[in-house]
Structure formats: structure tokens, C-alpha cells
């Protein structure tokens, strides 16, 4: 995993009056958990923006008072309507300690259904886990090159050495379909045999009724 460093200050008062202050003197309330005791502090907006509004996932080096531990963001609460971060989690971990963490899927690779006219579906952009800190990953990478169209890539069909996945087996994470207008196309084709064959019935039996020679009334000897 990536590495980046985050500084934080303790905080003294601990409520909502405090949080509320350190909000409007543009820092958020944070909380990490995990050690041996929960630890309260708070860090610069600026520096939460950049953890929380991102794909990516770290391995944070937090600092507080010049104590030093390894740690994970593990929520981060937001207001409904401006977005702005307004509390943050963290998990404090350890190298021999498994965790949860949820990390994003990467597709790598150009798909061969998609190149023939198929339509990708991505179903999941994050996936759950639990591995060691050695075993864990920036991402979940999916190669979908030989992905053709009907094909489809499961929870079940992943295997990644140390993790443990936690998302339902049978869960479609990506798949190839096929696109609407190939359907329509082909629905049409159909359409258009199925058409030329009745008007091609009618015509035969009409012709049959025509050449058919009419019956002459017999005269009266």
C-alpha cells in the first residue's frame, strides 16, 4: 500500500461545542481506535480532503504530539448537501494483525467483447477485504482483456494470496454485454426473414388459384 504522512492535534474538548469550533477554524474532529485507547485529535481540512475525496486507499503515518502509529481511515462523515467532511475514523493496525479495509477495483486491459460491440459493466467500484499489512494491496486489479461478450468476472473467481473477500461469491463484479443496438439489429434480421417468408407463402398460393384453369359450364346437348 501507499504511504502518506498525516499530523494532528490532540483536542481538549470533546463534544459537539468543540467540534463546532474547530470546524469553523477550518480543521475536522477526528477519532483513531484500534490501540490501546481511543485517541481524540483533529487535523487541517485541506489534509482530510485530500484521504477522503479520492479513490485511492493509504497506509497513513499519523502523528500527534510526536507519538507515531500506523493507521487506516475507516469512515468518513459528510454533510448531505455541501459535502464538507465534518468527522474521520481511524484504525490503528499493526503488522501482525489482520484488518477490513475496502479497496477499490482497477480494470486493466481493453476487452475483447467490448472491441466486437459489447457494452462493460461495472458492478462493484470497492470491494471488502481482510489480509495482513504485507498482503494488502493499493487495488483489487482485474484484468478484463479476454472478457468476451456474455462473460462475466465473480467475487468467487478471484484469488489473491493473504486476503479474504467478504462480498457475496456469486456477486458480478464486471461483465460484457450485449450492446442495444447489436439486439435491435439482430431483432430485425429476424424480423425481415420471418416477413419475406409469409409474403413468399402468399404468393405461391396465389399463383396456384391463378394458372389454375377455370371450369368451362357444360351446354345442354
Request: net charge negative.
Amino acid at each position: 500500500m501507499k504511504t502518506v504522512s498525516l499530523s494532528g492535534s490532540p483536542r481538549e474538548n470533546v463534544g459537539k461545542k468543540g467540534a463546532n469550533i474547530l470546524r469553523k477554524d477550518g480543521s475536522v474532529p477526528a477519532v483513531v481506535y484500534g490501540g490501546d485507547k481511543q485517541i481524540h485529535f483533529s487535523v487541517l481540512e485541506n489534509e482530510a480532503k485530500k484521504l477522503v475525496f479520492t479513490p485511492n486507499v493509504y497506509l497513513i503515518e499519523l502523528e500527534i504530539d510526536g507519538k507515531k502509529s500506523k493507521v487506516i481511515l475507516q469512515e468518513a462523515q459528510t454533510h448531505p448537501v455541501t459535502d464538507r467532511i465534518l468527522h474521520l475514523d481511524f484504525l490503528e493496525i499493526s503488522d501482525s494483525k489482520p484488518f477490513k479495509l475496502n479497496l477499490p477495483v482497477r480494470l486493466e486491459g481493453f476487452s475483447k467483447g467490448v472491441r466486437n460491440g459489447g457494452n462493460l459493466s461495472q458492478n462493484f467500484r470497492k470491494l471488502k477485504v481482510m489480509g495482513l499489512l504485507k498482503d494488502m494491496p493499493d487495488a483489487v486489479k482485474i484484468d478484463i482483456t479476454p472478457l468476451k461478450i456474455g462473460d462475466k468476472i465473480r467475487v468467487a473467481d478471484l484469488n489473491i494470496s493473504g486476503l479474504k473477500f467478504f462480498d457475496p461469491e456469486n456477486a458480478v463484479i464486471v461483465g460484457v454485454q450485449m450492446a442495444r443496438a447489436v439486439v435491435l439489429e439482430e431483432e430485425e434480421e429476424e424480423e425481415e426473414e420471418t416477413t419475406e417468408g409469409a409474403e413468399g407463402t402468399e404468393g405461391s398460393e396465389g399463383a396456384s388459384k391463378e394458372d389454375k384453369p377455370s371450369e368451362e359450364p357444360k351446354k345442354d346437348a
